[in-house]
T-cell receptor, first 114, second 115 residues
């Protein structure tokens, strides 16, 4: 089964603090792509960060970084110096199949407390 | 430049009616995807177009759902005999190509409510 699992339905973080969102996935492929998307109330899916499985180095985009553990099939997102604008639903996803359709987890709702 | 647009933003229809949802992809993007997002869930794949042809329609739930992309640009998702279970946000995404190195850009979605 090609599944993506997010075990934290909700998370909360204080402004300026750091938070980590968890994600595990299942795949039989050796080369694949992983993503974290942000979905604010506007519904627009915004790509936060992506990781190619063949790269050992963890991806980083400004305050966002990932901890990619290929053997454990784990792909967590770390948000540093959290800001009020980071509050949103976060989805972990991977490409599936030859057509690169995205397979999403169920999401983690992140609240940022001032 | 303009992003992916979807119309209408919201659609309320009665059970049994026919609806059409429209997606305008980013100009020049050959790949187009439709996803459905039910309340409290992540988006689920419905169908993928490469150019004018549906390269993968394995996510369409049943034969009431159909999608077209006649000129390789705008796509329409059509739902016949709507049911209350069809209520969801329908998201469209486009990509420069269907290749794995290309990002999928999402539209704001259409919220469909079947009463």
């Amino acid at each position: 089964a090609q599944t993506v699992t997010q075990s934290q339905p909700e998370m909360s973080v204080q402004e300026a603090e750091t938070v980590t969102l968890s994600c595990t996935y299942d795949t039989s492929e050796s080369d694949y792509y992983l993503f974290w998307y942000k979905q604010p109330p506007s519904r627009q899916m915004i790509l936060v960060i992506r990781q190619e499985a063949y790269k050992q180095q963890n991806a980083t985009e400004n305050r966002f970084s990932v901890n990619f553990q290929k053997a454990a099939k784990s792909f967590s997102l770390k948000i540093s110096d959290s800001q009020l604008g980071d509050a949103a639903m976060y989805f972990c996803a991977r490409y599936g199949g030859a057509t690169n359709k995205l397979i999403f987890g169920t999401g983690t709702l992140l609240a940022v407390q001032p | 430049g303009a992003g992916v647009s979807q119309t209408p933003s919201n659609k309320v229809t009665e059970k049994g009616k026919y609806v059409e949802l429209r997606c305008d992809p980013i100009s020049g993007h050959t790949a187009l995807y439709w996803y459905r997002q039910s309340l409290g869930q992540g988006p689920e794949f419905l169908i993928y177009f490469q150019g004018t042809g549906a390269a993968d329609d394995s996510g369409l739930p049943n034969d009431r759902f159909f999608a077209v992309r006649p000129e390789g640009s705008v796509s329409t998702l059509k739902i016949q005999r709507t049911e209350r279970g069809d209520s969801a946000v329908y998201l469209c995404a486009s990509s420069f190509s269907g290749g794995s190195s290309y990002e999928q850009y999402f539209g704001p979605g259409t919220r469909l409510t079947v009463t």
